[in-house]
């Protein structure tokens, strides 16, 4: 759902704002400036009818928050038989199983996408309280705080102007976490070497012990680095893929660094719930019934 971001410039609001349209679908996103950036990956509008009744968020290497401005929608988590109803939005962690998302016919929502470190500073608990129980707005940040929210957002004059809303409550509410550069350096390696570098390793240059690192991560990103190493990894082969063409999976496995396809196969499964055939059979649904949407790169038909 990231449609993408600049580093290393500041920008005013309009020019760090794009905006996209498919079909009746509205989405802007923004880019935050400092000290937001360090945080949050952009700021989005979206505004338009669901393309499914349902649809699957397989498990990703990051956090987000949505604020909800339309009728409720609903989620149900991994393996749980019902799905819980969120009327004023929600905060999801960084995930260990897929979730389903089920949304009204018209839906209407600002939202924040995060760095998996991301979501700490805004929360009042451990990130770890958290992992795979999303929880509503108003349980994190109290009902009256979030109905102010939505009512300055309901009086903004446009999609920029609920943003610029929107980045400002975020720097209200930052706050400063211990261990925040520890996790946020050790999560940069493993993203940079695809969920492939030994967590040992990454204790070690940072002068900490590994169990020292583990509590660290499970408070401020909600699960631990290996169990991080292994989403981001899967997410970054995920997104290396060509699904219009055919796919060899043998070399897709080899390449992200997988002992073999059978392992690959078992990791897939472990965290969407789908082969990787039936993975692309869905992915490739979505592509064709909805070209260029602004949901097409990551979530999937569940119907």
């Not at 990703?60 to 604020?67: D, E, K, R, S, Y």
């Not at 993203?191 to 002068?207: C, F, R, Y």
Request: hydrophobic fraction near 40%; charge should be neutral; charged fraction near 25%.
């Amino acid at each position: 759902m990231v449609v993408g971001r600049r580093r290393g410039t500041r920008f005013t609001l309009e020019e760090r704002c794009r905006q996209r349209y498919c079909g009746r679908v509205e989405y802007v996103s923004v880019v935050p400036g400092p000290p937001l950036d360090g945080l949050v990956d952009d700021l989005y509008y979206l505004e338009g009818p669901s393309p499914y009744p349902r649809l699957l968020l397989p498990p990703m290497p990051g956090a987000f928050l949505i604020v909800n401005l339309g009728e409720p929608f609903r989620i149900r988590a991994g393996t749980d038989d019902a799905a819980s109803e969120f009327a004023d939005g929600c905060v999801v962690s960084t995930p260990t199983r897929a979730l389903e998302f089920a949304y009204p016919p018209w839906t209407r929502s600002v939202g924040v996408h995060l760095e998996p470190w991301g979501l700490a500073p805004f929360v009042p608990m451990s990130v770890a309280e958290l992992c795979d129980r999303p929880a509503t707005l108003a349980q994190v940040w109290g009902r009256g705080a979030v109905a102010r929210l939505r009512e300055w957002l309901d009086a903004a004059r446009d999609p920029q102007a609920m943003l610029s809303v929107l980045e400002q409550e975020l720097l209200h509410l930052r706050r400063d976490v211990p261990g925040l550069d520890l996790v946020r350096d050790a999560s940069s390696s493993i993203v940079a070497t695809g969920g492939t570098v030994a967590i040992s390793d990454l204790a070690t240059a940072a002068g900490v012990s590994s169990t020292h690192l583990t509590q660290r991560f499970k408070e401020i990103i909600g699960v631990t680095p290996k169990r991080f190493a292994r989403t981001r990894r899967l997410a970054a082969t995920l997104f290396e893929i060509d699904f219009t063409a055919p796919i060899d999976w043998a070399d897709v496995a080899v390449r992200a660094g997988y002992f073999d396809q059978a392992h690959f196969g078992h990791e897939f499964r472990a965290f969407t719930g789908l082969t990787p055939t039936r993975y692309v059979e869905i992915r490739q649904r979505f592509l064709r019934e909805n070209p260029g949407h602004a949901l097409d790169s990551w979530p999937l038909p569940a119907d």
